[in-house]
C-alpha cells in the first residue's frame, strides 16, 4: 500500500530550538495537509496545500511556524523557536484533488515532539 | 463555519456487545462525511465514507448511514472485538469548498474481554 512518510518519529528538544517536520506524500497526491493533535484540543489544520501552493495556514502560529513544499515530494513544517506548548504530535496527511474527499485523505504516522 | 460533535467517551463495551458512536455535523451545502479510527501510538485510518444523503458506509462490520434531515453520521457495528479498541472520528469535507478535513474531537473506545 502506497503511505505517507513522516520524519522523525519522535523529536525531543529544548524550549527554543528549531524543529524541522518533514512529510512524504504519496506519489500523485497534490494536497498535503499539516495537522497537530494535543489531548485538550484534538486534531487542529495548521496548513495546507494543492499542487505545492500553500492555500490556508490560518491554523498556525505565523510567528514561529512555517509550511512549505520545497517539490512534490517534500513538505516541511517548521517550529523556531520551539516552546513547551508545542509538545504535540504533528500528522501530515496526502490526497488527490478532484476526489472531492471521496477517497479521504491518508495520514501519515506522525512525529510525536517534546519540547522540554 | 463548518464543524462536527461526536458523543463524549470514553466508551467502554464487552467484547460482542452493539456499538454505537453519535455523530452531528453542521456544514454549509452537503458535505462528504467520514469516520476515522485511530489506534495507539498510529496515525489516522480511512475506516468508511458516505458522499451524499442515505449513503451507506461500511468497513469491517462497521456501518454509517448519511441522515441529511438529522445532520447525522451514526457509527455502529453490531458485535465488538478487542481489536476495534481505538478512538474514532467523524469528519467532513464541505463539496464545492476548500476541501478541508473538519475532525470531531474523537471518541475513545475500549472493549474488554
Known amino acids: 500500500d502506497a503511505r505517507v512518510t513522516q520524519t522523525p518519529r519522535h523529536k525531543v528538544t529544548e524550549m527554543g530550538q528549531e524543529v524541522t517536520m518533514r512529510c512524504q506524500p504519496i506519489?500523485?497526491?497534490?494536497?498535503v495537509f499539516w495537522y497537530r493533535q494535543t489531548m485538550m484540543q484534538g486534531l487542529e489544520l495548521l496548513a495546507y496545500?494543492?499542487?505545492?501552493?500553500?492555500?490556508?495556514d490560518s491554523g498556525m502560529p505565523k510567528d514561529r511556524f512555517s509550511a512549505e513544499m520545497p517539490d512534490a515530494t517534500l513538505a516541511t513544517l517548521k517550529i523556531q523557536p520551539s516552546e513547551p506548548r508545542d509538545s504535540a504530535v504533528y500528522f501530515c496527511?496526502?490526497?488527490?484533488?478532484?476526489?472531492?474527499?471521496?477517497?479521504?485523505?491518508?495520514f501519515g504516522s506522525g512525529t510525536r515532539l517534546t519540547v522540554v | 463555519g463548518d464543524s462536527v460533535t461526536q458523543m463524549e467517551g470514553p466508551v467502554t463495551l464487552s467484547e460482542e456487545a452493539f456499538l454505537t458512536i453519535n455523530c452531528t455535523y453542521t456544514a454549509t451545502g452537503y458535505p462528504s462525511l467520514f469516520w476515522y479510527v485511530q489506534y495507539p501510538g498510529e496515525g489516522l485510518q480511512l475506516l468508511l465514507k458516505a458522499t451524499k444523503a442515505d449513503d451507506k458506509g461500511s468497513n469491517k462490520g462497521f456501518e454509517a448511514t448519511y441522515r441529511k434531515e438529522t445532520t447525522s453520521f451514526h457509527l455502529e457495528k453490531g458485535s465488538v472485538q478487542v481489536s476495534d479498541s481505538a478512538v474514532y472520528f467523524c469528519?467532513?469535507?464541505?463539496?464545492?469548498?476548500?476541501?478541508?478535513?473538519?475532525f470531531g474531537k474523537g471518541t475513545k473506545l475500549t472493549v474488554n474481554p
Open positions: 496545500f494543492r499542487n505545492r501552493a500553500p492555500l490556508d
Open positions: 469528519a467532513l469535507i464541505r463539496q464545492g469548498g476548500s476541501e478541508k478535513l473538519v
Open positions: 496527511a496526502s490526497g488527490l484533488e478532484g476526489a472531492r474527499g471521496n477517497y479521504g485523505y491518508t
Open positions: 506519489l500523485g497526491h497534490n494536497t
